[in-house]
T-cell receptor
C-alpha cells in the first residue's frame, strides 16, 4: 500500500501564471476528492470523482479551476491565471465507495506571489 | 447546511494531563463522525470514527462518543504525551443527498504538550 501521493509538494508561482497539480490515489479506490486548506482553517471540499466522472464541484471552484481524472486513475487540478487568494494547501484524498475511509495525500502547498 | 464547530485553540497541556477537545455538528440525515490528526509536516490521518449514535470510537488512547441528543463528538484522552502534539480536526460525512461522501471539517485545534 503506497498510499495517496501528490506532486509537487510545494509550488511557488507568480500571479497570473497557470499551475497544475497531480494526485495518485490508492490504486483500487474509485473515489477521488480534492480539498483546499488555508492557514488556520480545516480542509474545504472542492470537487470529487467517481471513477473518471466528476460528480460535484463546490462553489469555491471558480471557472479558473479545472480538474480531470482520465481513465479513473490519477487526477490533475489546474488553476489558470493564479491569484494571491489561491495560496493554500491543496489536498487529495481517495476512498473505496462514497462512505469508505478517505485516505489523504501529503498535499501540495501553493504560494502565489 | 451541514457543518462542524470545533473549540478554538490552541491548547497547551503538560504531559500526562487530561485532554478534551469539543466538537458539535449540524447535519441532515445520519452522518458519520470522525477525528483526523495532522502531525507536523505530515498529511491528515484518520484517528477514530463513529458511524451511529452512542458509538464510541477509540484509537491510541483517544476516545470520542457520538452523542445525537447533544449533536456532539468530543475528543478525550486521559493522559497526553509529547508525541500527541498535532492539529486535530473534527469532521462529518453525510450519508445521503447530493453531498454524499463529502467530508465537512471543523477549523482544527492545535495541541501542544510540554514535557
Amino acid at each position: 500500500d503506497t498510499g495517496v501521493s501528490q506532486d509537487p509538494r510545494h509550488k511557488i508561482t507568480k500571479r497570473g501564471q497557470n499551475v497544475t497539480f497531480r494526485c495518485d490515489p490508492i490504486s483500487e479506490h474509485n473515489r477521488l476528492y480534492w480539498y483546499r486548506q488555508t492557514l488556520g482553517q480545516g480542509p474545504e471540499f472542492l470537487t470529487y470523482f467517481q471513477n473518471e466522472a466528476q460528480l460535484e464541484k463546490s462553489r469555491l471552484l471558480s471557472d479558473r479551476f479545472s480538474a480531470e481524472r482520465p481513465k479513473g486513475s490519477f487526477s490533475t487540478l489546474e488553476i489558470q491565471r493564479t491569484e494571491q487568494g489561491d495560496s493554500a494547501m491543496y489536498l487529495c484524498a481517495s476512498s473505496l465507495g462514497p462512505l469508505g475511509e478517505q485516505f489523504f495525500g501529503p498535499g501540495t502547498r501553493l504560494t502565489v506571489l | 447546511g451541514d457543518s462542524v464547530t470545533q473549540m478554538e485553540g490552541p491548547v497547551t497541556l503538560s504531559e500526562e494531563a487530561f485532554l478534551t477537545i469539543n466538537c458539535t455538528y449540524t447535519a441532515t440525515g445520519y452522518p458519520s463522525l470522525f477525528w483526523y490528526v495532522q502531525y507536523p509536516g505530515e498529511g491528515l490521518q484518520l484517528l477514530l470514527k463513529a458511524t451511529k449514535a452512542d458509538d464510541k470510537g477509540s484509537n491510541k488512547g483517544f476516545e470520542a462518543t457520538y452523542r445525537k441528543e447533544t449533536t456532539s463528538f468530543h475528543l478525550e484522552k486521559g493522559s497526553v504525551q509529547v508525541s500527541d502534539s498535532a492539529v486535530y480536526f473534527c469532521a462529518l460525512i453525510t450519508d445521503r443527498g447530493s453531498t454524499l461522501g463529502r467530508l465537512y471539517f471543523g477549523r482544527g485545534t492545535q495541541l501542544t504538550v510540554w514535557p
